[in-house]
T-cell receptor, first 113, second 115 residues
Framework: DAKTTQPTSMDCAEGRAANLPCNHS???????VYWYRQIHSQGPQYIIH???NNETNEMASLIITEDRKSSTLILPHATLRDTAVYYC??????????????FGKGTKLSVKP | EAQVTQNPRYLITVTGKKLTVTCSQN?????MSWYRQDPGLGLRQIYY???????DKGDVPEGYKVSRKEKRNFPLILESPSPNQTSLYFC??????????????FGSGTRLTVV
């Protein structure tokens, strides 16, 4: 069973913030929320991850709800180059097969001029 | 430059003709993995390796073999390819299984067509 639920697709205007939601209602206490993206058949690229607190880096911000059942990836000023499939992944860190990176179907984000 | 290198980038082959897709990493990573990507199905893990001579099945291992004789290389072997193995393949490596943060590095992909 999928651990995360994401919308199939979303549109965003260039220069505006893109807010990508992810539902992970069955997340365990030791599981992190990870976001990757894949630009047109290239290899997936790491964006950001978090456990409980909100996180920000040079690419994006990650907002995790207090109950940790959902999160939102925010691209503050989307550009055409941000058009990609965005994957929300819930996983443990450390050894064992639970630490494998398992992808769902993701959200296809289209940034439009 | 730290990278994962896959070869070939594109391959068209015929049913039943054995082929090998190579994957090499220069980061001294212990963990390596193969994925396939198909329209509507996303990325699915085929096999992974936690270290030299240690491999395990992922979600879709049927029809594939792997080997890990040395740390840097993790070839994917299709002994008798079939059209349903037409796909986009990605190799990935990480310092160890379950590595956190930005630890995973992906190759550029191999687009395989089996006719």
């Amino acid at each position: 069973d999928a651990k995360t639920t994401q919308p199939t697709s979303m549109d965003c205007a260039e220069g505006r913030a893109a807010n990508l939601p992810c539902n992970h209602s069955t997340i365990s206490g030791n599981e992190y929320v990870y976001w990757y993206r894949q630009i047109h058949s290239q290899g997936p690229q790491y964006i950001i991850h978090g456990l409980k607190n909100n996180e920000t880096n040079e690419m994006a911000s990650l907002i995790i709800t207090e109950d940790r059942k959902s999160s939102t990836l925010i691209l503050p000023h989307a550009t055409l180059r941000d058009t990609a499939v965005y994957y929300c992944i819930v996983r443990v860190e450390g050894g064992g097969s639970q630490g494998n990176l398992i992808f769902g179907k993701g959200t296809k984000l289209s940034v439009k001029p | 430059e730290a990278q994962v290198t896959q070869n070939p980038r594109y391959l068209i082959t015929v049913t039943g003709k054995k082929l090998t897709v190579t994957c090499s990493q220069n980061m001294n990573h212990e963990y390596m993995s193969w994925y396939r990507q198909d329209p509507g199905l996303g990325l699915r893990q085929i096999y992974y390796s936690m270290n030299v001579e240690v491999t395990d099945k992922g979600d879709v291992p049927e029809g594939y073999k792997v080997s890990r004789k040395e740390k840097r290389n993790f070839p994917l072997i299709l002994e008798s390819p079939s059209p349903n193995q037409t796909s986009l393949y990605f190799c990935a490596s990480a310092p160890r299984q379950g590595a956190g943060g930005s630890g995973y590095t992906f190759g550029s992909g191999t687009r395989l067509t089996v006719v």
